[in-house]
């Protein structure tokens, strides 16, 4: 009867080792998962970013153009 109870006892000892390290794996993961999204969150206003500053640079070559037209037509005034 006694084995039979430290044979149980190891066999939840185990068990709970077993329980301890799923947990910390767990909290591993949420933690992985937690940063990956914010390095997706991060990407995403990275690229919206981006193609903002292309929009912009796009509209300032324009703008350029434009200028240099108009100072070469004043000149030939």
């Known amino acids: 009867?006694?084995?039979?109870?430290?044979?149980?006892?190891?066999?939840a000892e185990?068990?709970?080792?077993v329980v301890k390290k799923l947990e910390i794996q767990n909290a591993e993961i949420?933690?992985?998962m937690e940063a990956f999204k914010l390095s997706a969150e991060v990407a995403?206003?990275?690229t919206k970013r981006l193609k903002r500053i292309m929009a912009l640079e796009k509209q300032h070559n324009k703008l350029?153009?434009?200028?240099?037209?108009?100072k070469k037509k004043s000149l030939q005034l």
């Open 1 to 11: 009867m006694e084995k039979a109870i430290r044979n149980a006892n190891c066999k």
């Open 14 to 17: 185990i068990v709970n080792a």
């Open 30 to 32: 949420r933690v992985e």
């Open 64 to 70: 350029k153009g434009e200028l240099q037209d108009k």
């Open 44 to 46: 995403k206003k990275e």
